[in-house]
C-alpha cells in the first residue's frame, strides 16, 4: 500500500495542474484527520482521497472515449457533462490497471461527485473532505467544517444537501445516483 500510496503521488505532481494538486493535499490532509477520528484505516483513506481527481483535468472528449474503453455506463446526462465521469474513470484505472480490489476505496473514489446509494464510511469521508477542505471558500463552508469532525452521518447529510440545493438553484439535473443517495438518506 506504501508503494501505491507513493506512485500515485508522483501521479497527482505530474500529471495535474498546481491548483488541483492543491486541492488534493488539502483533501488528503482533511481526510487523513476523519480517518483517525472515525476509525479508518490511514492509508485506504490517504489512497482514494490522493487518487479522487486524478481524471479531473481530462478533455471531456477523452473521459467519454476512456469511459467507452472500459465499459462505464454513459447515461445521457454523463454525455452532456462527461466531467461527471471523472470520479468512475480514477477507480476504474485504480482497479484495472493498479490492482487495486479495497471496494470501500473504489467506491469512494468512484462516488465523491455524484454520491450513491450505500456508501461506506470511507467513501462519505472522501466526499465531505472533498467539500470542507482548506482550499473551499463559499458560503456555509464554516458550518460544514464544524460538523464534520463530529458526527460523520449528519455531515454526510448537510453536505449532501448542500450540493442537492446548488444543483437546483442552478436548475441542472439530478444524477441518479444522486437522487437514490439523498433519498435514502432522507429515509
Ligand atoms: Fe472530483
Ligand atoms: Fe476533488
Known sequence: MKQMIETWEDIVRNTLSPFRQAHTQGVVEVAMKMAS??????????LAALVHDAMREKDPDVLLLMAEEYGLMIGSLEKKYPILLHGPLAAAKLRREYGVTDESVLQAISAHTTGEKDMGVLAKIIYIADMIEKNRDYPGVERLRKLSYNNIELAFGACLKHNVHHLIERERK???????CWNQFAD
Open 174 to 180: 439530478l444524477h441518479r445516483d444522486t437522487v437514490e
Open 37 to 46: 477520528a472515525f476509525g479508518q484505516d490511514g492509508q485506504s483513506v490517504h
